[in-house]
């Protein structure tokens, strides 16, 4: 698999509404800056960020298949929301949508929502610039892209921190994958 960005955008266009296009074409942009900034294999980042929301408008019964069929993922995450799934099986679908056999950009997408331990650069980078981008209101969004400025970790670790208190705030589940990556980066 070797396509252009332009070829790549046309390829997930069909599969996302407008505006979760319009968020990808941020997320991209936002990615690309951070790798410029902190080191990332900039093609990676961009293949990445491009395709990272690729299955989120999936039906979640066939997410749901997908995670009971292919054994690579994890079936703890059928106990937890739904909003979880799409990166993880994402991931997988792209190995016969688009022959993307790369782990490195694989994992940036499968652990994009929730984040998880020992995280690459390519996977931090793809994580943070879907919480920063742009278009995000998220309260502490500000603090996060200052932070974004200096350190990767820093503001990697305060994302997870919202999250984690947005969850806990509304009484909803938090995935021991975010945890994992919390207590890495404290
Ligand atoms: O797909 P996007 O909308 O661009 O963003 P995303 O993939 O980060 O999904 C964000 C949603 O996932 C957000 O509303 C919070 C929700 N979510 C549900 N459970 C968890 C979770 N996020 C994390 N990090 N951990 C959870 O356990
Ligand atoms: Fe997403
Ligand atoms: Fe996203």
Known sequence: MSLSRNEL???VRPHLKQSRYEHTVRVTDTALELAE?????????EIAAILHDFAKHKPK?????????????SKDLLDYHHELWHG???????ESELELKDRSIQSAI??????????????????????IEPGRNFSGVEEVRELAKENLDEAC???????????TNNQRS?????FHAYNQLI
């Open 9 to 11: 955008l046309d390829f």
């Open 174 to 178: 938090v995935y021991p994958d975010t």
């Open 88 to 94: 993880p099986v994402g991931a997988i679908m792209l």
């Open 110 to 131: 499968a652990c994009h929502t929730s984040g998880k331990k020992n995280m690459s650069t390519l996977d931090k980078i793809v994580f943070l610039a879907d919480y």
């Open 157 to 167: 670790l305060q994302a997870l921190i919202n999250t984690i208190q947005f969850l």
């Open 61 to 73: 019964e066939d997410l749901k298949q997908w995670i009971l069929r292919d054994q690579r993922l």
């Open 37 to 45: 900034r902190f080191g990332g294999d900039v093609h990676k980042v």
